[in-house]
């Protein structure tokens, strides 16, 4: 509405800018000639100078059986289809045409067939079992797609381990540098802050016990085990989760990967697996230098204003985290890592037809991935603590 | 605006560059208010980059392009806008909206330039030019992406004549049609050329389109418009490219296709 309302001002401040006699403006008379009913229009009979002339027209009371176009001073496609119409309505005659004017009707009146619009409307009854019987059978291809396209990631790494020829060591030392290197500024930036937060809100917590110095506990074992690598995979899912579904449903709409296939490359092998082995080994890495930063903002928090001197603060760090913290945040990391390409890359080649659709699927890749992350770390922490690392 | 000069595109002293590719140099080009203009040239010289100047989606670093006596870079939005629905586009690649149908594409310009039109007259509108560009009747409602590739080009030519425009650009427009497509595209173009004396801007690799429509032809080679006129005027000229170009063997071909029709018209 205020988009229309928008357009409108824009067309009047058009208008003023071009003035516009009214000699020119599309318009047409009445007149009786003995008992047959004229209608003889003036001005330019074009889209510009339309105006609301159709509407007049559709309010005529009298059916005019002549049509008399002597007095235009031009005529468009528009304005001649307009003519057509009418005349064809009203069964009347088109008189006064130039040789030119009479081109263009015959043009029109050639070009006038029958032509769908929009496709055949659906009672409404029809269409909300049309749409539910969509949404199901979409929800059903999707699993369905998610297993198979899982089936062809574990045959394409099969051939590859057989026919190590065909492994693609540059496309993947590519994805390193922009999975892994290329984020370790966001990722470490982000983490140091997270350190901060959790520093100062534990102290605030922890001083209500006297019990601040306790705070390291928290910093060191919470970063180890859930934060650095749950927020690094969320950054990742962010950054290279919808960088690939994007990449790969372009490819699709262009029929890039369509090409591929002819040509004989796998687009497995050469778009999937370069991006699920670099999210695979980046997740780790970055992870692991979430914790560090992460355990250097809250140290820096801890130092500056509960007093704790960094030697301290290091050598009670190694006193509180368990080995077994570590095993527990890097284990996850690889699998949050497949997890974020797998469901990138997935949404990427399902991309069909226009490019909302790309926008559609990068936005589903991200959650998917954001989603599946959050749900296998909830299964994790079960699983981890019911084995006795806690 | 000066309705009444000759010329409608002025062109002088374009240079255009990718980094150090230097596509154009000091190019001049007219093309005269109510022409054909062919323009031809081998792949890769420059006639898309040109289009695109003289729209002015592409900035050149040197030079002035006016149209309709006005330069598109300096402009308001305003009053770009003003020259902008007096022209339609087609471009190489069909650059049909994805998300929309046919039939909506078509409607996009009538919508945005005349908003008071009323449903059902835009409708009626975007029907017959679907049937004038030669589309099936039921194409309307049908996404780009399920369309063949000819039939991308007429719902684009169908898009870029939706305003009825005074100055047409087409880039490459018979490429990918079939033979008979190609035949009824030039008809409808020089019939609707005749009939609304519009202007129009066509790139073509189709010799047969430039010997059957195009009033004269401007052929782009070394960065420059080597040379602009008729037919018989450009192979007066002896220009080793132009030579190739219309004696070659498919030259040969289309100018005897040419004299066969003018002998049995005679
Ligand atoms: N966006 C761009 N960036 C860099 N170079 C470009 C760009 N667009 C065009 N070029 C270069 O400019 C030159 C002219 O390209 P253009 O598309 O105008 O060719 P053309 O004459 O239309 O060819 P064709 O007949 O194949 O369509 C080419 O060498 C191309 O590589
Ligand atoms: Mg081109």
Same mark, same amino acid.
């Given at each position: 509405?205020?988009?229309?309302?928008?357009?409108?001002?824009?067309?009047?401040?058009?208008?003023?800018?071009?003035?516009?006699?009214?000699?020119?403006?599309?318009?047409?008379?009445?007149?009786?000639?003995?008992?047959?009913?004229?209608?003889?229009?003036?001005?330019?009979?074009?889209?510009?100078?339309?105006?609301?002339?159709?509407?007049?027209?559709?309010?005529?009371?009298?059916?005019?059986?002549?049509?008399?176009?002597?007095?235009?001073?031009?005529?468009?496609?528009?304005?001649?289809?307009?003519?057509?119409?009418?005349?064809?309505?009203?069964?009347?005659?088109?008189?006064?045409?130039?040789?030119?004017?009479?081109?263009?009707?015959?043009?029109?009146?050639?070009?006038?067939?029958?032509?769908?619009?929009?496709?055949?409307?659906?009672?409404?009854?029809?269409?909300?079992?049309?749409?539910?019987?969509?949404?199901?059978?979409?929800?059903?291809?999707?699993?369905?797609?998610?297993?198979?396209?899982?089936?062809?990631?574990?045959?394409?790494?099969?051939?590859?381990?057989?026919?190590?020829?065909?492994?693609?060591?540059?496309?993947?030392?590519?994805?390193?540098?922009?999975?892994?290197?290329?984020?370790?500024?966001?990722?470490?930036?982000?983490?140091?802050?997270?350190?901060?937060?959790?520093?100062?809100?534990?102290?605030?917590?922890?001083?209500?016990?006297?019990?601040?110095?306790?705070?390291?506990?928290?910093?060191?074992?919470?970063?180890?085990?859930?934060?650095?690598?749950?927020?690094?995979?969320?950054?990742?899912?962010?950054?290279?989760?919808?960088?690939?579904?994007?990449?790969?449903?372009?490819?699709?709409?262009?029929?890039?990967?369509?090409?591929?296939?002819?040509?004989?490359?796998?687009?497995?092998?050469?778009?999937?697996?370069?991006?699920?082995?670099?999210?695979?080994?980046?997740?780790?890495?970055?992870?692991?230098?979430?914790?560090?930063?992460?355990?250097?903002?809250?140290?820096?928090?801890?130092?500056?204003?509960?007093?704790?001197?960094?030697?301290?603060?290091?050598?009670?760090?190694?006193?509180?985290?368990?080995?077994?913290?570590?095993?527990?945040?890097?284990?996850?990391?690889?699998?949050?890592?497949?997890?974020?390409?797998?469901?990138?890359?997935?949404?990427?080649?399902?991309?069909?037809?226009?490019?909302?659709?790309?926008?559609?699927?990068?936005?589903?890749?991200?959650?998917?991935?954001?989603?599946?992350?959050?749900?296998?770390?909830?299964?994790?922490?079960?699983?981890?603590?019911?084995?006795?690392?806690? | 605006?000066?309705?009444?000069?000759?010329?409608?595109?002025?062109?002088?002293?374009?240079?255009?560059?990718?980094?150090?590719?230097?596509?154009?140099?000091?190019?001049?080009?007219?093309?005269?208010?109510?022409?054909?203009?062919?323009?031809?040239?081998?792949?890769?010289?420059?006639?898309?980059?040109?289009?695109?100047?003289?729209?002015?989606?592409?900035?050149?670093?040197?030079?002035?392009? @006016?149209? =309709?006596?006005?330069?598109?870079?300096?402009? &308001?939005?305003?009053?770009?806008?003003? *020259?902008?629905? +007096?022209?339609? !586009?087609?471009?190489?690649?069909?650059?049909?909206?994805?998300?929309?149908?046919?039939?909506?594409?078509?409607?996009?310009?009538?919508?945005?330039?005349?908003?008071?039109?009323?449903?059902?007259?835009?409708?009626?509108?975007?029907?017959?030019?679907?049937?004038?560009?030669?589309?099936?009747?039921?194409?309307?409602?049908?996404?780009?992406?399920?369309?063949?590739?000819?039939?991308?080009?007429?719902?684009?030519?169908?898009?870029?004549?939706?305003?009825?425009?005074?100055?047409?650009?087409?880039?490459?427009?018979?490429?990918?049609?079939?033979?008979?497509?190609?035949?009824?595209?030039?008809?409808?173009?020089?019939?609707?050329?005749?009939? @609304?004396? =519009?202007?129009?801007?066509?790139?073509?690799? &189709?010799?047969?389109?430039?010997?059957? *429509?195009?009033? +004269?032809?401007? !052929?782009?080679?070394?960065?420059?418009?080597?040379?602009?006129?008729?037919?018989?005027?450009?192979?007066?000229?002896?220009?080793?490219?132009?030579?190739?170009?219309?004696?070659?063997?498919?030259?040969?071909?289309?100018?005897?296709?040419?004299?066969?029709?003018?002998?049995?018209?005679?």
């Amino acid at each position: 509405m205020a988009l229309q309302l928008a357009r409108k001002q824009r067309m009047q401040q058009c208008l003023r800018i071009m003035p516009e006699p009214d000699s020119l403006k599309a318009d047409f008379v009445e007149e009786m000639d003995g008992d047959v009913p004229v209608l003889r229009f003036t001005g330019r009979l074009t889209l510009p100078r339309l105006d609301d002339l159709p509407r007049r027209l559709e309010a005529l009371e009298r059916p005019p059986k002549r049509i008399d176009l002597t007095q235009i001073q031009r005529i468009d496609t528009v304005g001649a289809w307009i003519v057509h119409k009418l005349a064809t309505e009203n069964e009347a005659k088109i008189v006064g045409l130039d040789a030119n004017g009479q081109t263009l009707l015959r043009q029109v009146e050639r070009s006038d067939k029958p032509v769908l619009m929009r496709p055949e409307p659906f009672s409404p009854f029809l269409r909300v079992l049309d749409e539910v019987g969509d949404a199901t059978v979409i929800a059903a291809q999707t699993m369905l797609g998610l297993l198979s396209f899982f089936g062809a990631i574990l045959v394409g790494t099969w051939s590859v381990i057989r026919n190590p020829r065909r492994f693609r060591m540059n496309a993947v030392i590519q994805r390193f540098e922009l999975v892994g290197v290329k984020a370790l500024f966001i990722v470490g930036l982000m983490s140091f802050l997270i350190g901060i937060v959790i520093a100062q809100q534990g102290a605030v917590q922890l001083r209500q016990f006297g019990a601040e110095s306790l705070t390291v506990n928290l910093i060191g074992r919470i970063t180890t085990r859930e934060l650095g690598v749950l927020m690094t995979a969320i950054m990742v899912a962010g950054r290279s989760g919808s960088a690939f579904a994007a990449q790969l449903g372009t490819m699709k709409l262009t029929e890039e990967v369509d090409a591929m296939r002819t040509i004989g490359v796998s687009p497995i092998e050469a778009l999937v697996l370069p991006r699920l082995l670099a999210t695979t080994c980046m997740m780790p890495l970055l992870g692991f230098f979430s914790m560090i930063v992460a355990m250097i903002g809250g140290g820096i928090f801890c130092w500056l204003s509960l007093d704790i001197p960094p030697l301290t603060y290091i050598q009670r760090l190694r006193e509180v985290i368990p080995m077994t913290d570590l095993w527990v945040g890097l284990t996850k990391a690889p699998v949050f890592g497949a997890i974020i390409a797998i469901s990138g890359c997935f949404q990427g080649m399902q991309v069909k037809g226009n490019a909302e659709e790309v926008g559609l699927r990068t936005t589903s890749a991200v959650v998917q991935a954001i989603f599946l992350v959050i749900v296998l770390d909830a299964f994790f922490a079960v699983f981890f603590t019911s084995i006795g690392w806690d | 605006m000066n309705r009444d000069d000759p010329i409608a595109i002025r062109v002088r002293g374009l240079k255009n560059s990718f980094g150090p590719q230097v596509v154009h140099e000091d190019l001049d080009l007219d093309v005269r208010n109510g022409e054909i203009l062919g323009v031809v040239g081998g792949s890769g010289t420059g006639k898309s980059v040109l289009m695109r100047s003289i729209i002015g989606l592409q900035r050149p670093d040197e030079g002035e392009v @006016l149209v =309709f006596g006005e330069s598109m870079l300096d402009k &308001d939005e305003l009053e770009a806008l003003d *020259i902008r629905r +007096r022209w339609g !586009v087609l471009f190489q690649g069909g650059a049909l909206f994805s998300t929309l149908t046919v039939a909506e594409n078509i409607q996009v310009p009538l919508r945005e330039y005349y908003p008071d039109l009323s449903e059902s007259l835009l409708d009626e509108i975007a029907a017959y030019k679907v049937v004038m560009s030669g589309l099936p009747p039921d194409a309307g409602p049908k996404y780009p992406a399920e369309l063949s590739g000819g039939m991308r080009k007429r719902a684009g030519l169908a898009r870029a004549l939706a305003l009825d425009p005074t100055l047409l650009f087409l880039d490459e427009p018979t490429a990918g049609l079939d033979p008979i497509g190609a035949a009824a595209f030039d008809s409808l173009t020089q019939s609707l050329q005749k009939t @609304l004396g =519009f202007t129009v801007f066509l790139i073509t690799h &189709d010799l047969d389109t430039l010997y059957a *429509i195009c009033d +004269r032809v401007a !052929v782009l080679a070394d960065r420059k418009v080597i040379g602009v006129g008729t037919i018989p005027e450009l192979l007066a000229m002896d220009h080793p490219w132009i030579q190739e170009y219309f004696n070659g063997p498919r030259g040969r071909a289309a100018t005897a296709a040419v004299d066969r029709n003018s002998e049995t018209r005679a």
